[in-house]
Each structure stands twice: as structure tokens, then as C-alpha cells.
């Protein structure tokens, strides 16, 4: 099992819906939760970064945590066409060996048609 | 501000041969991380570095080395190139672990052993 579960999809939405992106971890240790986001034939690019369990607001972002289920969200409201693209979760450790160590889901490659 | 530059963008090999992928970071970054990423298994830590001339091992090491001389330099070489090498490798880097734990990548080097 890997330690980091991510559905890929893919995901085809209409442009005005809101988006529903989620990953489930194994390792009580992860503190550290990102969101990253990847367009075609280029590099993950940071979109949102929480510490800990709570909400975290950017715009039309917002970034869930909740560490008792080991549950991570993202959701995008009012979704355009620009935001089609492969999302990544992943997460780091506070202590131990994996510091500093990021853990990816696979993403999840999603679609907003017009 | 560049970022993180990687070379060359794309690459062909054919089997047994070895090449040195390159990564530039102008951030003054201290950590520095090779991935390699291949359809349906995500990003995969291949090595990485905390500092300048020190590496540690990621989760797919085997077929590759790296250097770190320089702390803006992370060098990753294949020294005899498998078609089970054939992916698209991303170097990142950040500042630190933790709260400056997370990750800017590079666009990729695109690289195919035949």
C-alpha cells in the first residue's frame, strides 16, 4: 500500500462547477499537506500549502486537512477552463528519518469544458 | 528569476550509453531533489541532497548516481541507460524541511532509451 492514495480520475467537470480533489494518507507523522499543480509537459507548480489540520483559503482554493481520518482536500470554486490540469497532493513528515522528504499521490488529472 | 533550470529538454539514448542530466537553481535553496515520473505511478524520489557535496538515496536509486559539488548544482547520471529508464525527470529544490519544506520543479528533461 502506498502511503499516499490519490484517485487519478480523470475528472471532466463544466466550467462554473465546483471541484472535489482528495487524498488519503497511512503515516501519522505527516504535519506538512501541498497541493501542486501540473499542466502538459511541464513541472508541478505549488498551489496551495497547509501545516497541520484546518482550512486554508487562496481565492478560489481551498485547501482541508483533516488529520483523524488522514484525509486531505482541495476544492476549486466557480472552475474555469484554464484550471484543467493533473493535481498532485503531497505531504512531509515533522520528525524522523523522512524530514524534508515529500510524498506524492499520483494525481488526479482533471477537465473543465466550457 | 529562473528558478530551477534543468538541461538538456529532451534526450534520445540508446541502450548501454550513460549521460548527466543537469539542475540549476538560482534560489540559494539548500535541499535539491531528482524524480523521475512515469504514467499511472506518480513522482518517484530517485536521490536527493541537503546540502552542498552530500546525497542520500530517494525510493528508486538502483541505475543512477548524483553529485552535489556546488549548492546550486545537482547533477544526476545514468551510468549504462535501460529502456526501463526511458521517463520524464524532474529536479526540485526547496529551502529547508518543514515549514520550508515545500518544492519548486523544474519543467523536466524528456528522456527516451531505445
Known amino acids: 500500500q502506498k502511503e499516499v492514495e490519490q484517485d487519478p480520475g480523470p475528472l471532466s467537470v463544466p466550467e462554473g462547477a465546483i471541484v472535489s480533489l482528495n487524498c488519503t494518507y497511512s503515516n501519522s507523522a505527516f504535519q506538512y499537506f501541498m497541493w501542486y499543480r501540473q499542466y502538459s509537459r511541464k513541472g508541478p507548480e505549488l498551489l496551495m500549502y497547509t501545516y497541520s489540520s484546518g482550512n486554508k483559503e487562496d481565492g478560489r482554493f481551498t485547501a482541508q486537512v483533516d488529520k483523524s481520518s488522514k484525509y486531505i482536500s482541495l476544492f476549486i470554486r466557480d472552475s474555469q477552463p484554464s484550471d484543467s490540469a493533473t493535481y498532485l497532493c503531497?505531504?512531509?513528515?515533522?520528525?524522523?528519518?523522512?524530514?524534508?522528504?515529500?510524498?506524492f499521490g499520483r494525481g488526479t488529472q482533471l477537465t473543465v469544458w466550457p | 528569476n529562473a528558478g530551477v533550470t534543468q538541461t538538456p529538454k529532451f534526450r534520445v539514448l540508446k541502450t548501454g550509453q550513460s549521460m548527466t542530466l543537469l539542475c540549476a537553481q538560482d534560489?540559494?535553496?539548500?535541499?535539491m531533489y531528482w524524480y523521475r515520473q512515469d504514467p499511472g505511478m506518480g513522482l518517484r524520489l530517485i536521490h536527493y541532497s541537503v546540502g552542498e557535496g552530500t546525497t542520500a538515496k530517494g525510493e528508486v536509486p538502483d541505475g543512477y548516481n548524483v553529485s552535489r559539488l556546488k549548492k546550486q548544482n545537482f547533477l544526476l547520471g545514468l551510468e549504462s541507460a535501460a529502456p526501463s529508464q526511458t521517463s520524464v525527470y524532474f529536479c526540485?529544490?526547496?529551502?529547508?524541511?518543514?515549514?520550508?519544506?515545500?518544492?519548486?520543479f523544474g519543467d523536466g528533461t524528456r528522456l527516451s532509451i531505445l
Open positions: 526540485a529544490s526547496s529551502p529547508g524541511s518543514g515549514l520550508q519544506g515545500p518544492q519548486h
Open positions: 503531497a505531504m512531509s513528515a515533522s520528525r524522523g528519518s523522512t524530514l524534508g522528504r515529500l510524498y
Open positions: 534560489m540559494n535553496h539548500e535541499y
